[in-house]
């Protein structure tokens, strides 16, 4: 089945929520901010801009009704900057005005009176000032301070890992209007409507129930709108709420990519231990999380993290410790992966070095220490259906990994400018919320008396086309054409204290939570089948009800209407929380995750050695689907998280100054991967996989993973600029950017 909102997007029809009709009398919001991460306010001057032209209102922290609080893990957030601001970007208040370019003049000509305090953007510099987040935490397995004496070899570094900006094609925006009894309608581009509406209670002092947050669809979230949708819906809000008239706030994409967080930067230290059989004995690993300013999701981030520190591997003693370190930047936040690609990367990064060291390939050293049934890992779960081995095996397998390495070796050997590399990227990733807590959903169902059946659940559609999955579980459960289905917005009056969609649960938890409704719903229809119509056996298919047993049969909207008339529901609202999950934070063990999603992909590169610029030549994946329910949808999923990854891993380069200024703040200093980066080839197979009983219809979840396999992407390059300078030391310091790739090219180079 095709994505349902392919026709809409193609032909713009698609709707979101600057695209809304606007109601005669909206107002717009427009935030401002001081230009400085670290300083004390001692004035904020607004009465030219309040008297400039157009100008209704401007509100700081002394408009606030209720809590000046939007934190949602930690509330040390304010909506506005109160007595001082801790990263540049920070909204000190918004300026309401009868349009948006009236609104841009008048934050002209607010002026500033503050003092400077110092800035910190490093990590390891908060760290070592003592400026947590959280307290540290640690994970651990087995006793490395013992495995140690047991290694041929132990080899010790550091990577570096930088953020990335979510660029998502629909800036950060909301819509808010009163109803006549002063209750507030929001449409709202977030993937937490929960959340937002939460965070507009606290705000506002307005109860949750008066608050209705409508989520049509996002322009691309990734992540990047599951908390930091929040504040831009709460301000738009609150104007409503101050004006009494609607006010939108739509960010220009300046605004939202120098006042939104990103994925967090990591720096980390790492030490591993290997038996001369290329056997992981031991790993340490020290992560310091770049946090940014505020907590936001990075408690969470950093947990996930630490759960995959240990990527697709075994290994039977480790020490994974994570800081969450405050500085200076915009409160970095979710992104596909969330956290998992960090931890990721530093396991892969010290397998790359030990091979270097010891002089063998790295997909030796990874292949050997796959896990398996019955390892366990860190964190306690002891692994089940591993398919890590088998999607390695039907990898090197199906793309000859032998010749790819004889491809690369005798290119090299007969080039000098150019020069291939290519690395093995095994993936597995835990698909469950990390807070077992947040592992629930909730669907309503109705089938109106004409056979036609509205979906509400709490997924928010934002291109990973969620809502074709559930239309096809409702037509699937009913047994009806997919055109007797729609899917409503994620609304809170429908659907309440959802969870946000993230984690690459939507499908499933909604799913599932939506096949009980139709399951309950089936069985009352089958009720009036088997005593009104003498049905013994009752199945749905092909839009009718029938009989198998004796033929009888029933059209759907027959069936339906004579429900109807015996007086019984055609509603349901149905639960759903994931079972048998559970983790136990003061002992740093349980079983997180329903299931894991494994895959693993090959990655080869052609580095041009002259300019330092370079090339995908392929990716061929091998990816666990389990029993994929729509293929088209779940491959754009694998292509686009590679192509994210690649961006990630490559060349998008966040750049702050060390005053903590975004230098890097348009698509004309910040490099996203375009038609031209994306590889020559991509060859994604399905694996052959049982699937898991907790993924809607055994479909695995596949929004982030993907993501992981561009992991590969640095090592691939890193390889042909070995081929090139054997003796460079290099770092790992991701992106590989041209510029570092020439760099590398050229360190400590003989000719
Ligand atoms: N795909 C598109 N097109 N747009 C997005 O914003 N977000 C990703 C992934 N794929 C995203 C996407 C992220 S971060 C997550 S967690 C999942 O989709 C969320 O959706 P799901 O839970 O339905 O997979
Ligand atoms: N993934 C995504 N979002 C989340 C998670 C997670 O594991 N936990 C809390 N929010
Ligand atoms: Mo995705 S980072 O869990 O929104």
């Not at 977030?190 to 669809?217: C, G, W, Y």
């Not at 003796?727 to 041209?738: R, V």
Request: contains cysteine; negative net charge; aromatic residues 8%.
């Amino acid at each position: 089945m095709i994505n349902i909102d392919a026709k809409n997007h193609v032909t713009g029809r698609s709707v979101y929520v600057d695209d809304m009709p606007e109601i005669k009398g909206t107002l717009y919001a427009l935030p401002f901010d001081l230009p400085a991460a670290h300083a004390r306010i001692k004035k904020i001057n607004i009465d030219k801009a309040i008297s400039s032209p157009g100008i209704i209102k401007i509100l700081t922290c002394t408009d606030i009704p209720g809590e000046n609080q939007i934190g949602g893990v930690i509330p040390d957030e304010p909506l506005f900057a109160e007595d001082e601001v801790h990263y540049c970007g920070q909204p000190a208040g918004i300026i309401i005005g009868e349009s948006e370019s009236e609104c841009r003049q008048a934050r002209r000509k607010i002026t500033y009176e503050f003092d400077e305090l110092p800035v910190i953007t490093c990590p390891r510099e908060a760290h070592g000032k003592g400026l947590l987040i959280i307290p540290p935490r640690t994970f651990r397995l087995g006793n490395s301070a013992e495995a140690w004496k047991d290694c041929e070899h132990v080899i010790e570094g550091t990577a570096d890992i930088n953020g990335q900006e979510h660029i998502y094609l629909e800036t950060q925006g909301a819509y808010a209007w009163l109803k006549e009894d002063g209750s507030i309608y929001l449409a709202s581009s977030t993937q937490a409507p929960t959340a937002v509406q939460f965070a507009v209670s606290r705000v506002l002092n307005v109860p949750m129930h008066k608050i209705e947050v409508d989520t049509v669809r996002l322009g691309g979230g990734f992540g990047g709108k599951e908390d930091q949708a929040t504040p831009w819906a709460v301000m738009a809000a609150l104007a409503a709420q101050h004006t009494q008239k609607p006010v939108k706030l739509i960010l220009h994409r300046m605004d939202d990519v120098r006042m939104t967080g990103k994925r967090h930067p990591y720096s980390s230290d790492f030490k591993i231990g290997l038996s001369k059989d290329l056997k992981i004995l031991a790993y340490e690993v020290t992560h310091y999380q770049n946090a940014g300013a505020s907590a936001d999701l990075s408690p969470a981030i950093l947990e996930r993290t630490l759960f995959h520190s240990t990527n697709a591997y075994f290994i039977p003693n480790v020490i994974a410790t994570a800081y969450s370190c405050r500085t200076n930047l915009p409160p970095n936040t979710a992104f596909r992966g969330f956290g998992g690609p960090q931890g990721k990367c530093v396991i892969e990064a010290a397998i790359v070095k030990a091979a270097e060291t010891i002089g063998v390939c790295p997909d030796e050293i990874q292949k050997a220490n796959l896990v398996n049934d019955g390892d366990e890992f860190p964190y306690g779960q002891i692994m089940q259906d591993t398919e890590a081995v088998n999607s390695w095996n039907e990898a090197e397998r199906n793309f000859a990994l032998e010749e790819v390495k004889h491809r690369t070796d005798s290119f090299n050997m007969n080039n000098n400018r150019f020069k291939k590399g290519y690395a093995v990227q095994p993936i597995c990733f835990g698909i469950s919320f990390t807070n077992t807590m947040m592992n629930h959903a909730r669907a309503l169902v109705h089938i109106y008396k004409d056979g036609s059946v509205v979906v509400s659940t709490g997924a928010v559609e934002m291109g990973q086309g969620v809502n074709t999955k559930l239309l096809q579980v409702a037509a699937n459960e009913f047994g009806i054409s997919p055109s007797k289905v729609r899917i409503e917005s994620a609304n809170t009056l429908r659907i309440a204290n959802t969870s946000p969609t993230a984690a690459s649960s939507g499908a499933d938890l909604n799913g599932k939570a939506l096949k009980i409704a139709c399951t309950n719903l089936k069985e009352r229809l089958a009720n009036v089948a088997v005593n009104s119509l003498g049905f013994t056996d009752v199945k749905f298919e092909n839009d009718r009800v029938i009989d198998p047993a004796s033929n009888k049969e029933i059209l759907w909207e027959d069936l339906v209407i004579k429900t109807f008339q015996q007086r019984i529901s055609l509603s349901e609202h149905a639960h759903y929380a994931t079972p048998l999950i559970n983790f136990d934070r003061t002992k740093e063990k349980g079983h997180p995750f329903a299931y894991h999603v494994y895959g693993t992909a090959i990655i080869e590169v052609t580095v041009d050695c002259l300019k330092g610029i370079y090339h995908f030549d392929s990716v061929k994946i091998v990816h666990d689907f389990g029993k994929s329910m729509n293929r088209d949808v779940d491959l754009g999923q694998v292509e686009g998280g590679l192509v994210q990854g690649i961006g990630w891993m490559t060349m998008e380069e966040v750049i702050y100054d060390e005053k903590g200024k975004l230098l890097t703040n348009a698509l004309s200093t910040y490099k996203i991967p375009d038609i031209y980066s994306v590889p020559d080839e991509i060859v994604i197979e399905h694996l052959d996989s049982t699937g898991s009983d907790f993924a809607i219809y055994k479909s695995k979840a596949v929004g982030e993973p993907p993501f992981m396999y561009a992991l590969g992407a640095y090592f691939a390059i890193r390889k042909a600029v070995k081929a090139f300078n054997p003796d460079a030391e290099l770092s790992f310091n991701a992106p590989y950017t041209p510029e570092k790739v020439l760099m590398d090219l050229y360190r400590n180079h003989s000719q």
